[in-house]
């Protein structure tokens, strides 16, 4: 079955076209530094926002319109992945990411459960074997259901510790069968409400040892996939264990697991733990955790998890940025984490969402590229610290000091002269880069 039967495959147009279905400026063939877009964007589709998100919200029900929706249960589930891998196609995306519950319905039992997920994941695989679409990563949802009201890895309750395990373990197998380049982990629900009813130092060494028993899953079953944990602060619970980057690598470095995960980085999350998107990527860059990202943006009038769609160039072009000084992302790449809005409910917004996504992380990729090209910010930030690449700041720097040579030399000093940060120069130029690529 068609399910985008009025739509054709997107194509790379140019910035001169007029066609709303088209690329202006992602060229997946296009190359810079030596590799094409596709390799370095490395984009790929949620399948959660995309094929199973209905519209609704806490004060309407859904109205989205899709044509797989006139089907129910198990069919609905293999409905979506025919629909799925059309949309892939058209949109010639390199991989997609989904949760067990997305592609497949929960059962009665654990059983029934994983027996329906194997039907759907048998379906996937026989579609991925004629498609150029491959899997980004795949996820447990251990947050939706009731079960994990207290948590997951982190709950109170024995059982669903272990039903927790059950689930990693059956992703783990799908993520081994699916050839999936990472596996995620997003603590839901690992946190808590209140100290008047928490374990703290339990709930984090048991989320610790569920970590450690993942890994030696992996290497038991012989997947090498990369292991992401993604930050996210509050929403739903008060206190996230996960609240951002920096908290993240005080745990992982806490329980001896910095050399087993890096960091999966989404943009709104980063903006509601109070950071900039652009400082959670460099965070992990510079402490070697970058690994993959979910490409979204927020709405700073609302304090919620919004999932928009990235089309601030500024940001994008910073995140790009911090990527490229990254080397990449080796085996992560671009997911769209994002949903269309409620009012856009057709089918074809979902193809206008993603183009005006890929578009936009384009523009950032070449903005980013030249910046780096000409040296912009680097130059200006090594001439900044210059002061520590000679006398008393090399001996800083290099740790050859102490307190009492500090102030024998600080007593000799004169009047201290800094320099200006130029902040406002500096996003001038950043402006002007991005202007000049839209011309």
Known sequence: ????????????????????????YYNPEEVINGKTMEEILRFSVAYWHTFTYDGGD?????????????????????????ASFEFYE????????????????????LTETNKNLDEIVNMIEEYMATSKTKLLWNTANM???????????TSPNADVFAYSAAKVKKGLEVAKRLNAENYVFWGGREGYETLLNTDM????????????MAV???????????????????????HQYDFDVATGIGFLRTYGLENS??????????????HTFEHELHLARINGLLGSVDANQGDTLLGWDTDEFPTDLYTNTLAMYEILKNGGLGKGGLNFDAKVRRGSFEQSDLFYAHIAGMDSYAIGLKVASKLLEDGVLENFVEERYDSYKSGIGQRIAEGNTNFKELEEYALG??????????????????????????T
Request: aromatic share 12%; hydrophobic share 35%; glycine share 8%.
């Open 261 to 274: 995960f890096k960091f999966n980085i989404e943009a709104n999350h980063a903006t509601l733990a109070g």
């Open 143 to 153: 947050f939706t259901n009731p079960r994990f009201v207290h948590g997951a890895a």
């Open 201 to 212: 130092k339990l709930e984090q060494d048991n989320l610790a040892k569920f970590f450690h």
């Open 1 to 24: 079955m068609v399910y985008f039967k009025d739509l054709s495959n997107i194509q790379y147009e140019g910035p001169q076209s007029n066609n709303s279905l088209a690329f202006k």
């Open 413 to 438: 000093l004169g009047k201290i002269q800094n320099t200006s940060g130029r902040t406002e120069k500096l996003k001038m130029i950043i402006n002007q880069y991005i202007l000049n690529a839209l």
């Open 216 to 238: 030696d899953y992996a290497k038991e079953i012989g997947y090498d996939g990369q292991f992401l944990i993604e930050p996210k602060p509050k929403e739903p619970t008060k």
């Open 58 to 82: 806490p004060f309407g029900a859904g109205n989205m319109q899709r044509e797989w929706d006139k089907f129910s249960g198990m069919d609905l589930a293999k409905a979506r992945v025919e």
């Open 90 to 109: 058209k949109l010639n995306v390199p991989f997609f990411c989904f949760h067990d519950v997305d592609v497949a319905p929960e059962g009665d039992t």
